[in-house]
Every structure is written in C-alpha cells, then in structure tokens.
C-alpha cells in the first residue's frame, strides 16, 4: 500500500496528512507574476516546484485544477511601459505572452487555467463593496481600506502577535484607521479612464486581484494555495482576511505551501539589486532539465542558490548516460518506484527522491543481469520523468 502524503502547512507550522477537499481533485492556486518584465530565476523556482508537485498529484491519481492569475494591472506595469514608451495594456499583453513561452520553455505544464486580472475587475468592485457593507471596509479620501482591526484572524498565518504587527506598518498614510490596513481600491488610475467604481474612479489594490480570481473559480474553499514565502505578510494574509470576511467560510485554504528564496552568492535575486538571470537568457546555458534538476535538488522550503547549477548540470549528465546506456529494451514498469514515492510523500522530498533515483541508477551499472539492470534503469528514468526531468534526450 501506498504511504499517506504529508505537506508542510505554513498556517499549523506542521506536516499534514494531504486530504483535499473533493478527491480526486485537487484544487491548487499559485500566486502568479505582475507583468512587468521577464520572468527571472527566482520565480522559475517557485514555478518548477508548483509543476512537479501538480505532476506528482496527478501520478497519485488525483486530478488537479491548478489556477494561476496573472497580475497585468499594477503601478510598476505602468511606469515600466512608460519607460518603453508603450501603452500599458498593449505593454502588459506582450509580457504576459513572453511569460506563457518562458513558462512553456521550462516544461511548466500543469496549470489548467491562467487568469489575467484585468479581466476581473467587476468581481474586485464587488467584492470591495460587499466588504464595505459587512463593515470589514471603509473609505477614506478615494481610497478603500480593509480595516484589519476588525478581522480577528489577521497575523495567524504569519504568526505574529499584535506587537509583531505593529511594528510592521502598510501603506502609511494619515486617512488610515490602523496602521496594518491595507488598501482594497486606490484613487490613482494606472490606465486613464479604465477603471469606474462607486467608489469613483481607480483601480484595484494588489491583494483583492487574488480573491477575485480564486472565490469565483473555485469557491469559498480550496486545496493548495502556494507562492513565495516572501508573500505571507502582508498578500497571502490579506487573501484570508478578504475572502472570509466576504463568504463567513474557513479556512479559505487547507494547505499553505510556500517556497524559499533562489539567491545569487549569497543575496536574494531581485531586481532592486540588480542581479536577476532572467529565464532567456539561464535557457541559453542551460537546458529546461538542468535548471528543474537543480531547483528540486533542494527542498522546496529552504532557500538555495544559484551557484550549485555546475553541480547539478554534471549530476544529471552522470544519470543520463547510465540511463541511456542501461535503459535497454521496450519501457519497463517492473521496478517499484516505492522509496521515490515515500520520499516526495514526506512533504515532497525531492532531493530523496532525486537520489533514490541516482542510486537505482548506479544499481543497473553494477548489476551483471541485463535484464534487471534494464529494468533498474528505468524505474529511474520513469521516476525522473514525474518530476518533469527527461533522461533518455540525447545530450
Ligand atoms: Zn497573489
């Protein structure tokens, strides 16, 4: 029998047996990009992990809806067409389509539905207003607040105290009631004239674009909702406050997955320091497969870094020729992936089970009987091949 999957789950701070809402499907959200330029390696990582753990559900029999909104309204959207002199909406459609190839590029394949906010801002204003009628929400000087001292859940996903959170103000401004309330609507319009709302003319805070992709999609409830650690506070915070203030119903979400920072020699990749490799120009070196094998050669959680790319590139060169040459024959499935499926169900232990896969592979170089070697062979090569890593391409 098959072990039981256990996830990490960012709001207990505890592994969890994974029992998804519906089986066999599983509803899964990940916090997409904001359109403002190419996709760079830190986010690839986020990316590649979500993928190979949708591949990884579907191989345990689960069907995954695998939801990602894609953020092509927002200041920096702006100011970078501006500087390209472009209009914003026709400069925000051609970055989202060069970051559907990027994706594409990276065998990033399981996502069943991409949505584009800009297409959701009737559901944003109603939101919004369903907010200010609750009394979750107020107006202040064109601006709409969400008042988090109404919503008594607010930093439990963080984990922080009301002192924690006092010492971590958003957006200051004087028209604000507390200091961590966020901003649900902003009098700025980022594209002149687009955007009307009985709270007059604007457009959408950062946060609400989530909720207003994920409640009509999948419901007051779903699965997996994953991103960055660096989301929790305030985005990943503000979702749950938003969403269940709107429908009375939690948890807005049963599996909080979040993913460690890609650094470069030590420092965060990003594009205020200025050292971001953006996915172009990493696939010119390197291959799909080698930038996945690295990012899974480390748990997903921790932080890691770029340098070990060489290592990794070596690593999986090493596998691929043991499988080619000892791959022989039609495709078996004799081998049982056993100790590859335990590992990834202890919270998707993809170094085990990138490991456990090498070994297998190291078994058939020694193993004098052609026929088991062949069939040790590949339950690497299919082992590698849920994680979305082909060993059998030629060089
Ligand atoms: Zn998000």
Redesign the pocket.
């Known amino acids: 029998m098959r072990s039981q999957l256990f996830l990490f789950d960012t709001m207990s701070g505890r592994k969890e047996i994974f029992r998804p809402l519906r089986p066999p499907e599983v509803t899964m959200f990940v916090?997409?990009p904001t359109v403002q330029s190419r996709m760079h390696l830190g986010h690839a990582r986020t990316y590649v992990f979500y993928d190979a753990m949708a591949r990884y559900l579907g191989h345990l029999g689960y069907d995954v809806s695998f939801l990602m909104?894609i953020t092509d309204v927002d200041e920096t959207i702006t100011r970078a067409a501006r500087r390209e002199s472009a209009d914003p909406l026709a400069f925000s459609r051609l970055m989202t389509s060069l970051f559907l190839e990027d994706l594409r590029r990276l065998k990033v394949t399981t996502v069943t539905r991409f949505e584009p906010v800009s297409r959701h801002i009737g559901e944003m204003v109603a939101q919004i207003q369903s907010l200010l009628e609750k009394g979750y929400a107020y107006r202040a000087g064109g601006w709409v607040y969400f008042d988090t001292s109404k919503f008594r859940r607010w930093g439990r996903l963080s984990h922080q105290s009301s002192r924690d959170l006092s010492l971590r103000p958003l957006e200051l401004s004087p028209a604000k009631r507390n200091l961590t309330d966020f901003g649900l609507w902003r009098p700025e319009e980022l594209v002149k004239g687009r955007w009307r709302s009985p709270f007059g003319p604007g457009s959408p805070g950062w946060h609400i674009?989530?909720t207003a992709v994920t409640l009509p999609i999948f419901g007051p409830q779903y699965d997996i909702h994953g991103?960055a650690y660096e989301?929790i506070y305030p985005?990943?915070e503000a979702?749950i406050a938003q969403a269940e203030s709107i429908t009375g119903v939690r948890p807005l979400v049963r599996y909080w997955v979040h993913t460690g920072l890609l650094n470069m020699e030590g420092h965060k990749m990003s594009k205020s320091l200025g050292n971001v490799v953006t996915v172009d120009e990493a696939l010119k070196a390197y291959s799909a497969d080698e930038l996945r094998f690295h990012f899974l050669s480390v748990r997903h959680r921790k932080e890691m870094d770029l340098s070990g790319l060489g290592a990794a590139q070596r690593r999986l060169r090493e596998m691929r020729s043991a499988a080619r040459r000892l791959a022989r024959s039609e495709r078996s499935d004799g081998h049982s992936l056993g100790p590859f499926e335990s590992a990834l169900n202890d919270d998707f232990d993809s170094p085990r089970a990138i490991g456990w896969a090498a070994r297998t592979l190291a078994a058939a170089a020694k193993e004098d009987d052609p026929a088991r070697s062949s069939k040790l062979a590949w339950a690497g090569v299919r082992a590698m091949s849920i994680l979305g890593v082909d060993l059998l391409v030629e060089p």
Do not use: A, F, P, V
């Open positions: 916090c997409g909104n674009q989530d991103g989301l985005h990943h979702e």
